[in-house]
């Protein structure tokens, strides 16, 4: 299935299990909203997991091995920046720009305030950016 087959395909199942709670006259508008939605989240997602990938892209692979040992020393930068980082620091990092939680999620998850975990995010991006990393 395609990424807009899914993502219709999702809005009908909420639709389903909400269909006590909407009105006949707007179930459409009800409907287009929830696809609407799905998409941003979908996207959101997507992007924020593109920002740290360890693994480079096929299409930009060249023969002569150049690109490869750059890959492999920027992933190997990154992993010190993030293994250099403190416990609680490391953990907020990993859980919303690896694993793409929002920092709701990720304050529930460690039982933090939201802004401890926007205090937490500040100081790796910081340590990133003074290393001159890109991620």
């Known amino acids: 299935m395609t990424q807009a087959e899914d993502i219709a395909q999702e809005a009908f199942v909420r639709l389903w299990k909400n269909c006590d709670k909407v009105d006949l006259d707007k179930v459409a508008p009800y409907l287009y909203k ?66 793409g939680k929002k920092y709701r999620e990720v304050a529930e998850l460690l039982d933090i305030s939201i802004k401890t975990v926007e205090k937490r995010m500040s100081k790796a991006l910081k340590i990133f950016g003074e290393i001159k990393i890109k991620i």
């Open 34 to 99: 929830i696809g609407y939605n799905l998409f941003i989240d979908h996207t959101r997602k997507t992007k924020k997991q593109s920002y740290v990938s360890f693994e480079y892209k096929e299409e930009k692979t060249r023969e002569d091995g150049q690109y490869l040992m750059e890959v492999e020393e920027h992933r190997q930068k990154i992993e010190q920046c993030i293994n250099g980082m403190s416990d609680g620091v490391k953990e907020v990092f990993i859980l919303n720009r690896m694993e």
